[in-house]
């Protein structure tokens, strides 16, 4: 079997892949590299059985894209496979001319990867054959239970006057098929639809007459609506339009009984037979959908209006749920769509009567989502209009004042009726109570800066942080002079202030808080007016001194002058415009990049496009970022090279969202997924992502500091050797340390210490970890950083990952505005907030809370400081080690019926909590039906407990039809509302799927997922 692994055998076969991927519909150029290629070549076009567009050329049998060693446990291969059937319809007559696609079907694909592998047309006999198609196959390491290495895919076709057809998923593993009668075989294969290597892959086609569907769709005052998207199958994702959208279309049979065979390839069926627009009557029609199946269905006009999402059904007979529409075989789905209201908004100075310009105004709807029309900014007489769909429920309506009103953030409720065409809405923001905190040293009077505050109310003791005004959270502090003025909002307020590092800044260097915390007297906080609020504090100042037995591997003189870059790069204020390439080195050698890397000019910027081209052979792709720093707050923002961004990419300013920011203000972190509009809230102590930040594109060692509470050692230090390099001087050494020996080499510049080179490794002939920087350039303030970073590891002599940062500008900045490290969240967004998860290794993490904005916000922070409920640390009440909660459901069964309980001493026992409505719950059966196989010849059980809102014929029922064959459980109800069962709420499980996991003296070892359960069983098992 050949595998191409080298680029000399690839740039061999890139004349063929010329000839591969040209078909007379679509014409490819030449890609450059091999990833690039199977990303996003053309599916191979075949026009007859046998009959390849190419010349004679075939692709290798196998192409490796990634080892499992290069990504993360899983690799991923191209495999070469010929595919044949037939097509008939109903009565067994064949169907010539009939188009028939093959699409790969995989849990985890490479990154842009083009599904839709190959099509041909049949003959008259109804035949076809798929030559040479490369599907994907994936290979994973065991995680935990053995996986072998398949590739998923499915076969579809469409054929005039017939309705469009799929076969069953089938699977490609490139193995030779195991012996069924082999008892030590783990896994052997007991479905139809595998194929192994060597095995000639037959999947025929069977067609139906078509089913209809045609309807009308109108505004509620009866005019059409022109243009709407009417999607079938594939719906977009309302929480990201942007993505690949939420899919469902399975063909269900004629008989009840009949195993369901759903399309998870309907991603690559061709548009126009799962989506239609109306006409401008508001007409539209479907003429080849599948009979008895069942779609997931939207209606979308434009995005002011609400989509419709629906169930649809073509069976003959009406056997679907009654949340589900029946068209049949023939049939009409009219819908008429509420036109959005025109909300016309006037807002004021309460004081002054005057307009308030620039100011957002958003409408927050209960449930619905809404991208366009709810959110907008005052013009210069205050004025803003709205586009919003009448509704039973209220909007929630926020007004955020601009920074340079003292106003504050003012919400109300209002409503939309469907009686007006439009209404009016007058508000009036309150002036703000103006704060003047002045700190000073108890002992010497001398101002305080870097002190923050927190304050309580008369009615809330806990304590909440100080922001400089009411729209965005800042964590300001006292500057130079012990000063800080906020806008607060009315009210009796006590003040402490805080004169401590930040939580991500203490690293354990704990303050008690009767040393760091000051509490004030009570304030009475009035609108308009100014307070001033004076502290006397005990000033904390942190040890900075050299420990002075800490003594230094490399001359005096350069390391002052890299401990006074390091004190400049962490307090800079600075804006930082990059070009950011970060991937895996996709095999290339070691050696040639470090000596590519070291005959560079150190004082230019490469020309780094040219020389992964030229020398490496590779295709250098770069990515915009931009790094804003300001003291403890960092932030990144990267942005998708895409000159057309969709309406949830743009903001209410019209510019353009990043596609992913992080931002960390030394209390929080915020990471924005921009592709799924996921957002995560951490403790920024606790933060699981990195932020780039200066660190990463120049970093200077400063000298060792005394924390409170550390320790002197006396260390006997062998000093680096020195190499004049002229303007440069470089530093070798290698010396043993615990951890084994290793070698550095530094190469800095003589006059300003700058450094080129940092590497490290084993030995310097065999470094494993370098980092290169060229083109110093000192910015106003005297920081020097570098016009390009490139970094990298070693493995096997091969760069198995690698960094470059090319910096384009680099703004210094006066001063940085509150919003500055806001977060902005586009509608849909979901905030998984993490803070109130107790971080105790010896007990369950509990889940984080979750919340979807139905419209645009201006700062993450904010908006869950006045949409959630405090945070409250919540901690699990199952410890590790101990003995663990009985299991007592109100019934024990099998598939087969009812049965006694469970033996489970000395045993180690999995616990899989599921209900059948769970949707996860039910795409993970399969692999705890999997783990009950694998482990069934040790000391092991495995019960599955359902949820209690179930009976037990029903679950016996279910698992009879799914072959479940593992020890089932239904729950008693919960004593406690907000719990799936008494057994659950023992285990503090109050989301599911969910496992457990007990070991063999009865105690509980873990709680949490599936995979990570199976990890510990297999560590509990000999």
């Not at 001319?97 to 083009?114: D, E, K, L, T």
């Not at 994907?136 to 895919?153: D, H, I, K, T, Y």
């Not at 069977?206 to 209809?212: G, M, Q, R, S, V």
């Not at 991937?583 to 050698?589: E, L």
Request: glycine fraction near 6%.
């Amino acid at each position: 079997m050949h595998r191409i692994r080298n680029m000399d055998s690839l740039s061999k076969w890139k004349s063929a892949v010329n000839v591969l991927y040209q078909s007379p519909a679509r014409i490819f150029a030449a890609p450059l590299f091999l990833t690039l290629l199977v990303c996003t070549s053309a599916v191979s076009e075949q026009t007859a059985p046998g009959k390849s567009i190419s010349d004679g050329t075939r692709p290798p049998e196998v192409v490796v894209l990634k080892t499992i060693e290069e990504n993360a446990g899983f690799g991923s291969e191209l495999h070469r496979v010929t595919i044949r059937g037939t097509t008939r319809d109903s009565t067994g007559k064949p169907i010539g001319s009939a188009r028939v696609y093959v699409a790969s079907h995989n849990s985890i694909s490479v990154s842009g990867f083009q599904k839709l592998r190959g099509q041909t047309t049949t003959n008259e006999a109804g035949e076809y054959e798929l030559t040479d198609v490369q599907l994907l196959v994936n290979r994973n390491r065991p995680n935990p239970l053995p996986q072998p290495a398949e590739g998923g895919f499915v076969v579809f076709g469409e054929a005039k006057g017939y309705g469009i057809t799929w076969a069953h998923e089938h699977q490609y593993r490139p193995e030779e098929r195991p012996d069924p009668t082999n008892v030590d075989n783990k896994r052997p294969d007991k479905s139809d639809h595998v194929y192994f290597n060597n095995e000639p892959v037959v999947v025929d086609l069977e067609f139906d007459l078509p089913a209809t569907m045609h309807g009308r769709v109108t505004d509620d005052q009866g005019r059409p609506i022109p243009n709407a998207t009417v999607s079938l199958g594939l719906i977009p994702n309302w929480r990201d339009p942007t993505g690949h959208g939420s899919w469902s279309c399975v063909y269900v049979g004629k008989d009840v009984d009949a195993r369901p065979i759903p399309f998870d390839a309907i991603v690559s069926l061709p548009s126009d037979l799962r989506e239609a627009r109306t006409d401008a009557d508001g007409r539209y029609q479907f003429d080849q959908l599948r009979r008895d199946s069942t779609y997931l269905g939207m209606i979308s006009p434009d995005p002011t209006f609400d989509a419709y999402q629906f169930n649809l059904s073509t069976q003959s007979e009406n056997q679907s749920k009654s949340r589900t529409i029946h068209t049949g075989y023939a049939g009409t789905l009219d819908h008429t769509f509420e036109r959005p209201r025109e909300v016309n908004i006037h807002v004021v100075d309460q004081a002054s009567e005057q307009p308030v310009p620039d100011a957002i105004v958003t409408a927050y709807h209960r449930r619905k989502v809404r991208h366009i029309g709810s959110r907008a900014r005052t013009d210069a007489n205050g004025r803003v209009q709205l586009r919003l769909p009448p509704s039973v429920d209220d909007y929630e309506l926020w007004i955020e004042p601009c920074m340079t009103e003292r106003l504050l953030l003012q919400t109300l409720q209002i409503s939309v009726p469907k009686d007006k065409d439009a209404i009016d809405v007058p508000v009036k923001l309150e002036p703000a109570a103006i704060v003047q905190f002045r700190c000073t040293d108890a002992d010497s009077g001398e101002p305080v800066s870097g002190v923050y505050f927190e304050y309580e109310t008369d009615t809330i003791s806990s304590p909440t942080m100080v922001s400089s005004q009411s729209v965005y959270v800042d964590h300001p502090v006292t500057d130079k002079l012990g000063l800080l003025t906020a806008y607060l909002p009315p009210g009796r307020r006590r003040f402490i202030a805080v004169n401590a590092p930040f939580p991500a800044q203490r690293r354990g260097s704990a303050i008690p808080d009767h040393e760091s915390h000051t509490r004030g007297e009570i304030v009475d906080l009035v609108a308009g007016e100014t307070s001033i609020v004076d502290f006397k504090i005990n000033s904390f100042q942190e040890d900075n001194t050299p420990l002075p037995a800490r003594k230094s591997v490399f001359p005096e003189e350069y390391v002052e002058k890299w401990d006074a870059q390091a004190q400049l790069v962490r307090n800079a204020r600075v804006k930082v415009s990059v070009r950011l390439s970060r991937t895996s080195g996709k095999g290339i050698d070691a050696a040639t990049f470090l000596e590519t890397f070291r005959n560079c000019a150190p004082y230019q910027v490469p020309d780094v496009e040219s020389i992964f081209a030229d020398t490496l052979d590779a295709k250098l792709h770069l990515t915009p970022m931009v790094i804003t720093v300001d003291g403890t707050n960092n932030r990144e923002d990267i942005y998708a090279l895409d000159s057309h961004p969709e309406p949830s990419r743009v903001d209410v300013d019209g510019n353009t969202r990043p596609t992913r920011t992080a931002v960390s203000n030394g209390f929080e972190s915020v990471h924005v997924h921009g592709f799924s509009n996921q957002v995560d809230v951490m403790n920024a102590a606790e933060s699981r992502f990195h932020i780039s930040n200066l660190h990463d594109l120049c970093r200077w060692p400063a000298i060792h500091r005394r924390r409170p509470g550390a320790t002197q050692t006396d260390e006997t230090l062998t000093p680096a050797v020195p190499i004049d390099l002229g303007e440069r001087i470089a530093f070798e050494l290698e010396t043993p340390t615990q951890f084994g020996k290793i070698a550095v080499r530094q190469v800095c510049d003589k006059a300003t210490g700058f450094i080129f080179e940092t590497s490290y490794g084993p030995t310097l002939d065999d470094l494993s970890d370098c980092k290169f920087y060229f083109a110093p350039k000192k910015h106003p303030g005297g920081m020097i950083l570098p016009g390009m970073q490139v970094s990298w590891k070693v493995r096997d002599g091969k760069v198995q990952w690698y960094e470059l940062h090319l910096i384009d500008h680099v703004e210094v900045l006066d001063r940085a505005m509150p919003e500055t490290f806001a977060v902005a969240i586009p509608a849909g967004s979901m905030i998984v907030d993490h803070r109130g998860i107790a971080s105790d290794p010896l007990r369950p993490r509990s889940r984080p809370s979750q919340l979807i904005v139905t419209s645009a916000v201006t700062d993450t922070l904010a908006y869950l400081q006045r949409k959630s409920a405090p945070v409250k640390l919540v901690e699990s009440t199952i410890r590790y080690g101990q003995e663990a909660p009985s299991i007592e459901p109100s019934a024990w069964l099998r598939n087969d019926g009812a049965t006694e309980a469970p033996d489970l001493s000395g045993k180690v026992v999995l616990v899989d909590f599921w209900g059948v409505y769970c949707g996860p719950c039910v795409a993970q059966l399969p692999e705890v039906q999997k783990a009950a196989d694998y482990f069934a010849d040790e000391q092991f059980l495995l019960i599955g407990v359902h949820d209690s809102d179930i009976t037990p014929d029903e679950l016996a029922a279910y698992a009879e039809k799914n072959n479940l064959r593992f020890q089932l459980a239904i729950d008693k109800p919960a004593t406690e509302r907000g719990w799936f069962g008494e057994t659950m709420r023992a285990y503090g499980v109050r989301g599911i799927p969910s496992s457990a996991v007990i070991d063999k003296e009865g105690n509980v070892v873990f709680v949490g997922g599936l995979k990570d359960a199976m990890f510990k069983v297999k560590e509990l098992l000999p």
